[in-house]
């Protein structure tokens, strides 16, 4: 079954860096783009960026622009997302789960991994 597994949980600075990851299996990485999502508590899950399946198109939303930065590896089965200049609104659990700027493929999400950015 597909298992999406996210991790580099931190409590950092504001204007710090953190570098997550997504390690997936139960399905064939390469074939499909991939996404980070995060969530705060009483508001929606919100995509943040997406990468195409060979990494060569991404996409991020403007609140994160020249601030993050989405990669993967396919011989790996990993998806990273790095995360410099944090800022305190970027605090939310972040989640990762295959497709393209969409609500996610599949259904099954994983555990999630707690970014906290305060002082």
């Known amino acids: 079954q597909v298992q999406l597994v996210e991790s580099g949980e931190g409590l950092v600075q504001p204007g710090g860096s953190l570098r997550l990851s997504c390690t997936a299996s139960?399905?064939?990485?390469?074939?499909?783009?991939m996404s980070w999502y995060r969530q705060v508590p009483g508001k929606e899950r919100e995509l943040v960026a997406s990468?195409?399946?060979?990494?060569?198109?991404?996409y991020y939303i403007d609140s994160v622009k020249g601030r993050f930065t989405i990669s993967r590896d396919n011989a790996k089965n990993t998806v990273y997302l790095q995360m410099n200049s944090l800022k305190r609104e970027d605090t939310a659990v972040y989640y990762c789960?295959?497709?393209?700027?969409?609500?996610?493929?599949?259904?099954?999400w994983g555990q999630g991994t707690q970014v906290t950015v305060s002082s």
């Open positions: 990468i195409s399946r060979t990494g060569i198109t991404t």
């Open positions: 789960n295959a497709g393209f700027r969409g609500a996610g493929v599949f259904h099954d």
């Open positions: 139960g399905f064939t990485f390469s074939s499909y783009s």
